[in-house]
């Protein structure tokens, strides 16, 4: 009967030992799923955060590419205004659907960059070139704007070209 206890109590040893060592094999599998959970949310949102980044960049590259197209519709604005008048109803029409295209780039996060009589600012415009001005109040400024700028969620995609008086 001794025997039987001693055996026992062996038997109940090694199962505590095993119970033991499952505790810590399932103990260190949770904390792997933790960690392993944790990563994988990460690269959730760093993926995210890359496809917007991505959206964004292919936004940009499109406004870039119509930037011409974009400058030469506000050149036509004003050609348009200063051959029929801006009371003409071909102007009025005309100048409409540019108010839809600057909403729509705005709706886009796009903004445009039309400094005329503006401060010149390096960090907005690029010149194309100087020219002399009569009066000191030009001095410094954008006095002709050779094509608009545009920026992007407050950072400039493409700086306006200007002329400025000196």
Do not use: W
């Amino acid at each position: 009967m001794i025997e039987d206890i001693s055996r026992a109590n062996e038997v109940i040893l090694k199962l505590k030992k095993a119970l033991n060592e499952k505790n810590k094999e399932s103990l260190q599998a949770h904390n792997d799923y933790v960690y392993l959970l944790a990563d994988f949310e990460n690269f959730k949102k760093r993926s995210e955060a890359m496809l917007n980044e991505c959206k964004e960049e292919g936004k940009a590259d499109v406004i870039l590419k119509l930037s011409e197209t974009i400058n030469e519709l506000f050149y036509f604005r004003d050609v348009v205004f200063k051959s029929l008048g801006q009371e003409n109803d071909i102007a009025k029409g005309f100048s409409i659907i540019i108010e839809k295209l600057q909403k729509s780039l705005s709706d886009s996060g796009f903004l445009l960059i039309d400094p005329l009589n503006q401060n010149f600012d390096p960090r907005y415009h690029h010149i194309a070139y100087t020219q002399k001005v009569e009066n000191d109040a030009l001095k410094g400024k954008v006095i002709k704007v050779l094509s608009k700028g545009y920026m992007q969620n407050g950072k400039v995609i493409k700086p306006a070209v200007v002329v400025v008086g000196v």
